[in-house]
């Protein structure tokens, strides 16, 4: 059965899957989808407080090796101002939350997979739909450590099909953050007997304000594969609602960097944890790793020959590449929309594009499965 890319795009759109809920319906009808395609498909799901997260693995044909096309399920929250589950085709796009991350591309690799008939395949084609993709890569891990077909056989080269306009990409940042908390004493302010955290956490801030010249001039931190080349240094900061007219118990400032290879990440951390320490600040780090293939990479090369490209590209963003790189050295991000319409209010994936993409996928699986 040969399926649409755009009528399968519309149908996931209009299901709900907000990353903070269940994505259970959403991967019920994917798997219906593979099922029609002609897949296996292997169903793993966990529990996120309380919430079922289901993430899928399918197989099309047999043998070692082969080509999995990688994509997530979940999306970010619809917000308000327009119909965000409600797909609008208008104008040549499709308008709808996930249309562009990732639905979209989820939709392409399906329809280019119900094109190949199975008994041309000499190696497996697999399709992998992930939960929690937008909140901290659950469902990867869980397919890479859990699923049976996976464990069995990993393709040899895969393609993570995030919003790329169709651009192989070769390399992404990863994410560093790292927490700093003040604590004070609350009081009213009219007593003078609190200790705020804010003024407590005041002089380690300053410092991080001189470290945004250092970050983005100083060749230690700077890659020039990267537009921009510099780790998008960036800070937030909360005293969690405390009221104007009381001094703040605790206080945090969150600092983000971005990863990159050939960097000094190590160094532009200590920076940060130096001075958390001078001023007396508790400091927590978590960080996820830059995703990067050489541009020669064979599936690289693949790709930019499926598309006509002529030199592969890198993204600022992150994906689940990072996750599936050790166990597929030979892979690539590249889709279908653009990431400047992931998550903004009237998100939309051109039309064409989307169609267009079909056909790449279905030419990376007859060059590496046929």
Known sequence: MTLS?????????A????????????????????????FEVERLSYLDHGVEKVSLVGRKGGGTGGFGMFSHSDTVPGDVGWSPFDPVVADGRLYGRGSCDMKGPLAATIAAASRVDARSLKRPIYIISTADEEVGYGGAWQIVRESRLLAENWPSHGVVAEPTRLRPVYAHKGGTRIHVHASGVAAHSSTERGVSANFKLA????????LVPLFRSDPRYLNPEFDPPSFGFNMILTDYGTKSNVTAPRATATLGLRNMPRVDMDGAVEHILSAARRHGLE????????????????????????????????VSFGTEATVYQTWMPNQVVMGPGDIAQAHTIGEFIDIAQLEASVGVYERLINRLCC
Do not use: H, W
């Open 15 to 38: 299901i709900p899957s907000v990353s903070d809920a269940s994505n259970a319906p959403v991967s019920e009808a994917i798997q219906r989808f593979l099922v029609q395609a002609g």
């Open 283 to 314: 400091a927590v780090k978590e960080s996820s790793t830059f995703f990067y293939v050489d541009p020669t990479n064979e599936m690289v090369q693949l790709a930019c020959e499926a598309t006509g490209v002529e030199k592969p590209e890198t």
């Open 5 to 13: 890319a755009l009528a399968l795009t519309r149908d996931l759109v």
């Open 203 to 210: 002089p380690f801030l300053a410092e991080m304000a001189a």
